[in-house]
């Protein structure tokens, strides 16, 4: 673990995040993140190469549901919920710089 | 089939595929909202499909059981798997994760195998959760770009995908059309999708890549908006062609993902790797890992019906045909493949048994209603000379309008009796009177001259006289 | 104050009736929920309305629930079908739920009658409630100080007698700290004890719901009611809820209390003498007092605030504009995103979507969130280990006692360490609870943490019990 933190890269992984951080924002948001990340160093220290990550509190496998119907939510109930609808669906601005 | 593309100056194609394939469930992948096509929009929802807060997914049994069958059928081993999330910002994607498998997928290393024993590599078949639709509004085209707003439908969204990725085994669009008709029908015969292209229940996203031989595979383009099997050959002749053209005239391939025009028959760029997204892939916390075990795993595959590939190998040999050839295709496909033998096994005659239902049964369905004992008599008849291959084709035709019957009553009916031989040859000798001319060319060598002769005595016989018989006399006499 | 089985013992039995406990219960807060603000929304008419169909269903001889007429309060992140449900942000602010979480059912079905939903830092982040939209809630003992978070409304509405029992959620110690601060009862149940369907995500692996009381007996009362396998949830246990109330006399005779003793450092000595209090009160009870250590503690607190970023960021992107709750509108999609986002969540949400999505992000999963993962298995090996030696270990809940409002607010590293000895059973997926135990410092409250094995309630609430007794 690894070099400080740079402005550059809180400025890429806000854009990842989706938070249209203020230049004010970045500057303190780099240096908490730097001071975090420093204090997070401790556990360089460790010998980790043989140890198993662990991913589950509690070990269960083979979840199952059936594939039984169960009824859906109001559509208008949901619907009266979004910030914008038309015609039952939700509407949302113009897909711009996404080419998927 | 004729239009493979043959790439100039020993370039190679390599293509690889990824399918994706909306499972038949009567549910949602993790929720319990009905996954059906064409309701009204945004009705099939529930929390989890909205990624409504709090929600929390669970796996459908059958859906699991669907993706195995479908691992099974491509000979993958099914093995203990885990869910990640794919992060990314969609509007179609509600919760702005994907749930799917990335590192530990269900099914691995299987292959398929296309006509002429050509086998293809399956890396992996895993199971993943569609998303809803975006429809795009103003603007000229309907498409993304240039549109004033977008809506959004959740229908669809939390769908049980399979998505099958091939290994770069395809080596020409014609084969790849191949593997994408052989893995619809596997879909269909394991009963996991009902594999419709035109309503995206099962899609196709080709990588291309050209080389020569011997040396190194080039840069790979993903193409996408690949609707039909049709669409999958013409795109990969398009993009290979474009591959090549733009190395030979001194450019580089970028690896990008490209757009399927099959309006104008041509890939335009949709985005290339350099924005390509991070998708921070991470266990999934909300669910559990899911290991088959053996007796279930032995369970869905003693119950998976016999395979496409080994039916037409049966029907093939049964009928004396090419296992790879068209009737036996198309019969397997229809799922007719086991009347064909039921008519067999009434004593019918193979051959013609296949011939007559590649032809006269596509509205009939798997278990067609006539009889099959009915349909063996008639290809008796025809067997024996009784009716003209003609004939039976009227006969047949007759018989599935009247849902079945005694063939030979229906033959009387129709006053097909057969001409014998004798009648026939005078016949025969008649036309050579009359249309002396033509016996003249056609004793000369030209075979154009057979139709006058055959004609005429198809005329004197009232159709009644069988075309072969005719040939068959008039060459013996030539040559005598 | 009313113990809730009281209560409920009253209402079932005809001598108490609903109505009056809930206009008692409404009438205090009506008192002092302007000075404490406990609550982002008061349900008051549904809560007459449920008080009075369950009067009727007493006087027409019907059987009721255990909780029949208790006056519950809900932590603002849990599902309430058509009531709002803000988790004290701002891009959540209106939004109505169509859909209610499972806890809420079981609390219904058992007669409870939901009287609010109580404040808390946004998205449950926080160790202090200043992290809520809405401001924060105060410290019923001094209201000049923070109740604990991030579970700190539902904390201070038992402390200051507003309900009798109330549910939060638990990821890093936002139940036990708060309890510990407002002088109540908070129980961190085993993960996967109680469903978390419907309860807004905040690190899926660390986040349990727990009960509130005013003593052992409501706590293991309501957690009886709210336990259990839930099909909704795939990562409940499928075991049926664990009797508790029936151990709670049972005593800790022979039972072995676990000592920490490289526990970190950092606590007032008030806090410390009163854990020693507890040994002591426990020996005195026929408890076996046995050291352990668990060298790998230290390292918790950079794996938790690994790991919850980490899961968190994941789990708050879907608050994207779309659906439901806030939306700055916009010219284009991205631009409704960010600007969605960037009004709507509070400096320490955004700070920890930023950690957890640089954690996560391609060349530094390994070196950070992956390593994290190890670490965890390292804490909970360490446990393992220990609990070989020990059926329960004594740890204070918190350093210190309830701290003044601002006083960490400019330092996240050092509000961050709050949390140092409730952080490791959330890592392990344990549970733990903390009773009241005295005072320390300026006569503020003092917490004892309770920490068990998986699924080891009954022996830490016996022992809870046992220190209730002493203290």
Known sequence: MSESISQEIVVKVSRLARLNLTPAEIERMTSQLAGMLEHFRDIDALELSTVEPMTQPYPLQNVLRDDVEAPSLDHDEVLSQAPSTESGRFRVPPIIGFDV | MSDIATLPNGWQLIVGLEVHVELATKTKMFSASPNRFGDAPNTNIDPVTLG???????????????????????????????????????????????????????????????????????????????????????????????????????????????????????????????????????????????AKMEEGSMRCDVNVSVHKPGTPFGTRCEIKNVNSIRSVGRAIDYESRRQVDLIEGGGVIRQETRHWDDSTGRTETLRTKEDADDYRYFLEPDLVPLIPDQAWIEAVRAALPVLPAARRNALGQLCNVDKDGESAIVVVERGQDDYVRSVVDAGGDPARALVYVQQAFAEQGPTPKIPASDLAALTNLERAGKITSTQAKTLLSDLIDAGGGDVAVMATKRGFEALDTTAVESMVDAAIATESGAWLKYCNGEEKALGALVGAVMKSSQGKADGKVITALLRAKRSS | MQKLVDIAFGVSNGSLSASDVVEQHLARIETR??????????????????????????????????????????????????????????????????????????????????????????????????????????????????????????????????????????????????????????????????????????????????????????????????????????????????????????????????????????????????????????????????????????????????????????????????????????????????????????????????????????????????????????????????????????????????????????????MYLCDLFTIPTNLAGHPAMSVPFGTGAHSLPVGVQVLAPTLGEQAMFRVAAELERAS
């Not at chain 3, 804490?379 to 030696?389: E, L, M, P, Q, V």
């Open chain 3, 33 to 414: 929920e302007s000075e404490i603000h406990a609550f982002n929304c008061v349900t008051a008419d549904q809560a007459r309305q449920d008080a009075a169909n369950i009067d009727a269903d007493v006087k027409a001889g019907k059987k009721v629930g255990v909780l029949a007429g208790v006056p519950i309060a809900l932590k603002d992140n849990m599902c309430t079908r058509g009531v709002a449900t803000t988790c004290s942000s701002k891009i959540l602010e209106g939004w109505k739920p169509p859909y209610d979480a499972t806890v809420v059912s079981k609390l219904r079905a058992a007669g409870a009658i939901i009287i609010g939903k109580t404040n808390l830092d946004e998205f449950a982040m926080g160790s202090s409630t200043e992290n809520s939209a809405f401001g924060p809630t105060k410290n019923p003992h001094d209201i000049s100080r923070v109740p604990g978070g991030s579970s700190g409304g539902s904390a201070a509405a038992v402390s200051a007698g507003f309900v009798s029992g109330a549910l939060g959620s638990d990821t890093g110690g936002s139940i036990r700290q708060p309890a510990a601060l407002c002088g109540v009862v908070g129980v961190k149940p085993t993960y996967g004890m109680v469903s978390r369907y419907g309860l807004v995500a905040f690190a899926s692996s660390l986040d349990q719901i727990g009960p509130f009381a005013n003593d052992v007996r409501d706590a293991a009362t309501l957690l009886e009611v709210i336990a259990g396998h839930d099909p909704m949830d795939s990562t409940s246990i499928p075991q049926p809820a664990p009797s508790l109330v029936s151990v709670l006399d049972h005593g800790v005779s022979g039972m072995r209390i676990g000592k920490v003793t490289d526990l970190p450092e950092g606590c007032e000595p008030d806090v410390l003498a009163r854990l020693e209090a507890a040994f002591d009160a426990l020996r005195a009870a026929g408890a076996t007092i046995v050291d352990i250590e668990l060298p790998s503690i230290t390292y918790c607190l950079t794996a938790y605030y690994l790991i919850a970023p980490a899961e968190a960021s994941s789990n708050l992107a879907r608050y994207d504009g779309v659906r439901y709750g806030l939306r700055i509108d916009s010219p284009d999609l991205n631009a409704m995103y960010a600007a969605t986002r960037e009004a709507g969540f509070g400096d320490e949400v955004k700070r920890r979507i930023m950690l957890g999505t640089y954690a996560l992000s391609a060349g530094y999963y390994d070196a950070y969130y992956g390593k994290a993962l190890k670490v965890r298995r390292l804490i909970s090996d360490d446990f393992a280990r220990a609990y070989k030696k020990t059926d329960v270990v004594l740890t204070p809940t918190t350093p210190s006692v309830a701290f003044k409002f601002g006083s960490k607010t400019d330092d996240p590293l050092a």
């Open chain 2, 52 to 194: 409504l807060p709090g929600a929390l997914p669970v796996l459908n049994r059958h859906a699991i059981e669907l993706a195995m069958r479908i691992g099974l059928a491509l000979n993958c081993k099914v093995q203990p798997c885990t869910f990640h999330r794919k992060n990314y910002f969609y509007p179609d994607l509600p919760k702005a994760y994907q749930i799917t498998q990335y590192d530990h997928p269900l099914n691995v290393d299987g292959h398929l195998m296309l006509p002429g024993d050509v086998r293809i590599g399956i890396e992996r078949a895993h199971l993943e959760e569609d998303t809803g639709k975006s429809t795009h509004f103003g603007g000229s085209s309907g498409r993304i770009h240039g549109s004033d707003y977008s809506l959004i439908d959740f229908n669809r969204a939390g769908v049980p995908l399979v998505e099958i990725v091939s290994r770069p085994d395809i080596r020409t669009s014609e084969q790849a059309r191949q593997y994408v008709a052989e893995l619809r029908a596997i879909l269909l015969a394991v009963g996991a999708s009902d």
